[in-house]
């Protein structure tokens, strides 16, 4: 009896094979395991189920190594299979082999008789249909920005409008930074501060932003200390004529102003009804259009040079 999931990367939000471990751990009511972890000797039955061309050269070592030790006593469910050595030996030290499709099935089916075609079923983890709402808030922002305290203040003045509401939550990366776990963490806090009204909708494209930023009555965007001219997403926003939420200080760009142009989470006692808001909206598109576009950057960096 299979008794755990074993598998390589385990984070189900950046992997496909992992988000599969996780919902059929669920269904088969047992725990996922990393395969480079310590406690993975403990468990009976483990299934591996993996794809090694996602290994390091290492860890392909390690596995290889313990699957010498442990052969006869795990089963292994193979994602694909590039015929190295060590796949061709975990192929022969399992108990039982799995294989996610027909063609893996008859390539591996002359050196192991008993390999059972199997499938993946869809892994979709939030299977919600977007609500039509009052009012649709779009956020987005680097997965290790989110500032979770604003958002209360933010869930706070949505409630008080008395309007339905929906928060949408894109994200990026930025290089050489990992879609961690802190990530999820923050999110599960977004999802209990607005109730479940918010939907995640990982790494949109630049088409698929900007109608976001069209659509959507306003654009939520934190930081740490206060918007700064150089901000890409808000700059954007207004260009779209969008009415953005966001925090202001002494270092914010000039000629942005509360109830103006932008609203500041700071000094906002009420979020503006909805025509209010296409006036901020149509404010903040003038200057960033007049003040903060390319041509007004161009011309600075290349000043008519009289003669």
């Known amino acids: 009896m299979i008794d755990c999931i074993a598998g390589y990367h385990l984070n189900p939000w950046t992997c496909g094979i992992a988000k599969f471990n996780d919902i059929l751990a669920t269904h088969l009511a ?9 406690e993975l000797g403990s468990y009976r039955r483990p299934l591996l189920s993996l794809k090694l061309s996602e290994f390091s050269t290492a860890d392909a070592a390690d596995l290889d190594t313990w699957a010498g030790a442990h052969a006869g006593r795990f089963e292994l469910f193979l ?3 590039d015929g190295t050595e060590v796949e061709q030996r975990l192929l022969a030290r399992a108990d039982r082999v799995y294989c996610g499709n027909r063609e893996l099935f008859h390539h591996l089916l002359p050196v192991r008789p008993d390999i059972q075609e199997l499938f993946c079923p869809g892994t979709i983890l939030s299977p919600q249909r977007f609500q039509r709402t ?3 808030i779009f956020t987005f922002g680097m997965a290790h920005k989110i500032r979770v305290p604003m ?72 930081f740490e200390k206060g918007l700064r001219a150089n901000n890409t997403t808000v700059n954007a926003a207004m260009e779209c004529g969008c009415a953005v939420i966001t925090n202001l200080d002494e270092h914010s760009p000039g000629g942005v102003a509360h109830m103006t142009n932008v609203i500041d989470i700071n000094r906002c006692e009420r979020l503006p009804d909805l025509e209010q808001a296409q006036l901020i909206g149509r404010a903040a598109r003038d200057i960033a259009r007049q003040r903060y576009g390319w ?7 290349r000043p008519v040079v009289h003669t």
């Open 134 to 136: 009052d009012l649709s």
């Open 295 to 301: 041509d007004q950057l161009v011309a600075q960096l």
């Open 79 to 81: 994602h694909a299979f």
């Open 151 to 222: 958002y209360r203040r933010l869930r706070d003045l949505l409630d008080a409008t008395g309007r339905s509401y929906s928060v949408y939550v894109s994200t990026a990366l930025h290089e050489n930074t990992s879609f961690d776990a802190s990530f999820v963490v923050r999110f599960e806090e977004l999802q209990a501060i607005f109730n479940g009204q918010i939907y995640f909708m990982g790494y949109l494209s630049d088409t698929a932003v900007f109608n976001q930023l069209m659509d959507c009555t306003y654009l939520a965007a934190f």
């Open 30 to 38: 047992v725990p996922v395991v990393g395969i480079r972890a310590v």
